[in-house]
């Protein structure tokens, strides 16, 4: 169990275009997902944690803007990337953790986004 | 999220031979998570300690911890090239839930 998917799993993009990545839950409810990037050698930096029905919190220095996050439901929370460029060309891993349990996270698998 | 510190950043080993790998953090903290990720994928958990446990086995991982030292270390023992993938540390600080990674080590077995 502990299930979490992100789709796309890859996507190319132009410059100026927004592009929505989905993280769901597969087998669980998730109070409580998180937004991290993660730059090619790098470690994961989080952007912001949401919470079903409520605004993101976002970490400093994370434009919230640019970076839109709605969690709707208990299994679903997307990541909008606005106006694009490349400088936001990323891996972009969600991660979900269940209620009860405030201490463990189950990551996606990533999605990585080019833009061009 | 303030990051922890890894080292090596880097380690090549042989089949067979064992990996250690250390982080280091700053604070004080409810648990420290030990996690592997392949190459452009996503974190798979290895292992989690809480503050007031030293050391943990799971497998051929070993996992230890000194609060003193805001220290621990990740041992896998008789590596394959299997376990070629990069693997970070991630800590809960006390007051807190959310991750903070630590750099990261890459670690290559050669077969």
């Known amino acids: ?116 | 999220s303030q990051q922890g510190e890894e080292d090596p950043q880097a380690l090549s080993i042989q089949e067979g031979e064992n990996a250690t790998m250390n982080c280091s953090y700053k604070t004080s903290i409810n648990n420290l998570q030990w996690y592997r990720q392949n190459s452009g994928r996503g974190l798979v958990h290895l292992i989690l300690i809480r503050s007031n446990e030293r050391e943990k086995h799971s497998g051929r991982l070993r996992v230890t911890l000194d609060t003193s030292k805001k220290s621990s270390s990740l041992l896998i023992t008789a590596s394959r090239a299997a376990d070629t993938a990069s693997y970070f540390c991630a800590y809960v600080a006390s007051n807190d839930y959310k991750l903070s990674f630590g750099a990261g080590t890459t670690v290559t077995v050669r077969a």
């Open chain 1, 1 to 116: 169990g502990a299930v979490v998917s992100q789709h796309p799993s890859w996507v190319i993009c132009k410059s100026g275009t927004s592009v929505k990545i989905e993280c769901r839950s597969l087998d669980f409810q998730a109070t409580t997902m998180f937004w991290y990037r993660q730059f090619p050698k790098q470690s994961l930096m989080l952007m912001a944690t949401s919470n079903e029905g409520s605004k993101a919190t976002y970490e400093q220095g994370v434009e919230k803007d640019k970076f839109l996050i709605n969690h709707a439901s208990l299994t679903l929370s997307t990541l909008t990337v606005t106006s694009a460029h490349p400088e936001d060309s990323s891996f972009y891993i969600c991660s979900a953790r269940r209620s009860g349990n405030p201490y463990e996270q189950y990551f996606g698998p990533g999605t990585r986004l080019t833009v061009t």
